[in-house]
C-alpha cells in the first residue's frame, strides 16, 4: 500500500503541470494556452501546405517535433538541450497551398530559454507574429485555490482579429483549412493534371538513373562495400553528386577506404555509424568532412562492438524483454544509443532492486519488444506492438504504461506479422497490374495503411493504369511531383 501511495504521489508530482506551490507567485502557460499562443506559427508552417514542396515539407515536420519535445520539456521542469531549428513560412493571410517556392520564407528558430514564456514569444517575434496573447495572459499566479473557479471562456476563444485579421481562425477553422487543401484533390484529378509533366522529368532523369546504377556497381566493387544507398529527401541528381565525390576520394585517398569493405554505406542527413553498423555521411558535407570521419571509423566501431552487451544488460533487468530497433524510421547513431541503453539500465536496475516488477507480470518478457528513444521521446506503444520508451523515463512510469499495453500489444504484434505479409502480395499486385516501375513507401508509412492504398489501387487498376504504367510512385501523405519525375500520392487517396 505504501508504494502504491509513493506512486500516485510520484505521478502526480511528474504530471500535474497546473499544481504550483503556495508561495509561488510565478504563474505558468498552460499546455491550451501555448496552442492558441503558437496558432498562428502553426498554421504558417503546417506540413500539410507544403505538399509541392518535399524538402520544406519535410524540414518543417523534423523542426516541429524537436520543437514539440522541447516545449513538452520545460512543461516538465526539465532542461532541454538548445537547438537551432529552420522553418519555412508560407505568405501571410494565404490559406492554400503556395505554388511557386520563391514565396517561402525561411526562418532561423534559437532554442535556448528555460522559461515557456520567453520561449513562445520568441518564435512568435522571430516570425514577425503576434505576441499580444502571450502578453494578455497575467504572469502573476492567484491563490492555488483559485485554478479550481475558472470562468468558461477558455483560450481557445482568444480572438486575433483585433491586431492581426488574418490570423482571427479557431482550432477547428485549422483543422477545416488543412483539410479542404488535403481533399482538394482526387487521384485521377490529379493525375490527369500531373502526370505528363512527371513522365517528362522521369524521362529526363533516366540518363542520371543509369549513370547512378553504374556508380554504384563500380564503387561498391571498387571498395568491397556491401551496397551503397540513398536515405535523404533531395532529388537523385544529389546521390549522383555524392558518388562521384566519393569515387575522387577514393582515389586520392584509397588507403583510409578500407574501413568500408564489408560494409554497407548510406548516403542520409547525419554521419556516423547506424545502430546496425551502417556507415552514414551526411550528403550535405564536404568530401574532406567524410574523410576524417572515415579516418576515425575505427572509435564508431568500438562502440558498436559494445551494443549487444548493453543490449543484453537492459534485458536481463526487464524480465528479458527483446530490445529492438523501431522500424520506419531514420537510422540512430550508436554512440547516442549507447548513452540511451546505458541511462534506462540504470533506472530500472534501481527499481529492480527495490521492490520488484508487478506479481501480475509473466515470469518473462520475452515476447514483448522495447525500443529505447531520445530523453525527449514520449512513451507509446507503435502500430507494430513495440513499447517505445525514453530513456528519461521513471522507472514507476515506465512500469504502469507496459502493465497497461501488455494486452495491445500482443494484439498489434500478431497483427503486425499478419498484414506485413499481405503487403509484400498486395505491393506485388499493383506493380504487376498497374505497370509500375517502382511503388516505394515513406517511413511514415505503416503496413496498416499501405495495405489499404495497395488495395484500392488493385482494385481500381483498370481506371489508374493509362495513367500510371510506366511511372515510380511512393505512397506517402501528400500529392506532389518530385523533380525526378515521382510521384507521390497520400495513401488513403480518393478516386
Known amino acids: 500500500m505504501a508504494s502504491e501511495i509513493l506512486m500516485i504521489q510520484g505521478r502526480k508530482r511528474l504530471l500535474d503541470r497546473s499544481s504550483l506551490s503556495p508561495m509561488m507567485h510565478y504563474r505558468f502557460l498552460t ?5 492558441t499562443a503558437l496558432r498562428p506559427f502553426y498554421f504558417s508552417v503546417h506540413p500539410d501546405l507544403f505538399g509541392k514542396f518535399p524538402a520544406e515539407r ?13 516545449i513538452e520539456n520545460l512543461q516538465q521542469k526539465r532542461s532541454p538541450r538548445p537547438a537551432n531549428l529552420r522553418f519555412y513560412l508560407r505568405p501571410v493571410g494565404q490559406d492554400m497551398p503556395v505554388n ?3 514565396n517561402l520564407k525561411p526562418v532561423n528558430i534559437t532554442l535556448a530559454q528555460a522559461d515557456l514564456r520567453k520561449t513562445v514569444k520568441s518564435i512568435l517575434t522571430t516570425c514577425n507574429l503576434p505576441t499580444t496573447y502571450v502578453d494578455s495572459r497575467p504572469q502573476e499566479a492567484a491563490l492555488p485555490a483559485s485554478r ?14 483585433t491586431t492581426h485579421g488574418q490570423y482571427n481562425y479557431t482550432e477547428e477553422e485549422i483543422s477545416h483549412k488543412v483539410s479542404k487543401v488535403k481533399g482538394s484533390a482526387t487521384l485521377l484529378n490529379w493525375l490527369s493534371r500531373n502526370v505528363d509533366s512527371a513522365k517528362m522529368k522521369l524521362n529526363a532523369c533516366e540518363p542520371v538513373r543509369e549513370e547512378i546504377s553504374r556508380l554504384q556497381v563500380e564503387l561498391s566493387r571498387k571498395l568491397g562495400a556491401l551496397d551503397i544507398g540513398w536515405d535523404c529527401g533531395w532529388n537523385i541528381t544529389s546521390f549522383r553528386g555524392c558518388l562521384q565525390a566519393l569515387q575522387a576520394l577514393s582515389e586520392q585517398h584509397s588507403e583510409h577506404m578500407e574501413v568500408l569493405r564489408g560494409r554497407k554505406l ?4 547525419d554521419t556516423g555509424v547506424s545502430m546496425e553498423g551502417y556507415v552514414l555521411l551526411n550528403s550535405g558535407e564536404v568530401r574532406h568532412n567524410w574523410l576524417d570521419f572515415l579516418k576515425n571509423l575505427s572509435n564508431q566501431d568500438e562502440a558498436l562492438k559494445k551494443l549487444p552487451y548493453f543490449e543484453k544488460a537492459l534485458s536481463r533487468v526487464l524480465k528479458d524483454i527483446r530490445i529492438a530497433r523501431r522500424k520506419f524510421q531514420p537510422h540512430t547513431m550508436v554512440t547516442n544509443y549507447e548513452s540511451n541503453l546505458r541511462r534506462l539500465t540504470t533506472t530500472l536496475g534501481d527499481c529492480q532492486g527495490k521492490g520488484g516488477y508487478p506479481k501480475t507480470w509473466p515470469d518473462s518478457l520475452d515476447n514483448f519488444e522495447l525500443v529505447v528513444e531520445t ?4 512513451m507509446m506503444l507503435s502500430p507494430t506492438g513495440q513499447f517505445i520508451l525514453p530513456c528519461s523515463c521513471p522507472s514507476f512510469l515506465l512500469v504502469s504504461f507496459i502493465s497497461e499495453n501488455m494486452g495491445r500489444a500482443l494484439e498489434l504484434i500478431d497483427k503486425y506479422m499478419k498484414e506485413k505479409y499481405i503487403e509484400r502480395e498486395l505491393h506485388q499486385k499493383c506493380l504487376d497490374s498497374l505497370d509500375i516501375i517502382t511503388l516505394d513507401k515513406d517511413d511514415c508509412i505503416t503496413p496498416q495503411k499501405m495495405i489499404v492504398c495497395c488495395t484500392a489501387l488493385y482494385s481500381k487498376s483498370g481506371e489508374l493504369k493509362e495513367f500510371l504504367k510506366g511511372t515510380r510512385v511512393t505512397v506517402t501523405n501528400y500529392y506532389s511531383v518530385l523533380s525526378d519525375g515521382q510521384l507521390c500520392i497520400p495513401w488513403n487517396w480518393k478516386l
Open 31 to 35: 499546455s491550451g494556452e501555448i496552442a
Open 58 to 70: 519535410a524540414t518543417n515536420e523534423n523542426s516541429l517535433q524537436i520543437l514539440s519535445s522541447y
Open 100 to 102: 511557386k517556392k520563391d
Open 148 to 161: 479550481f473557479n475558472r470562468t468558461a471562456k477558455g483560450p481557445r476563444e482568444y480572438n486575433y482579429s
Open 266 to 269: 548510406i548516403f542520409g542527413s
Open 375 to 378: 530523453e525527449a521521446g514520449p
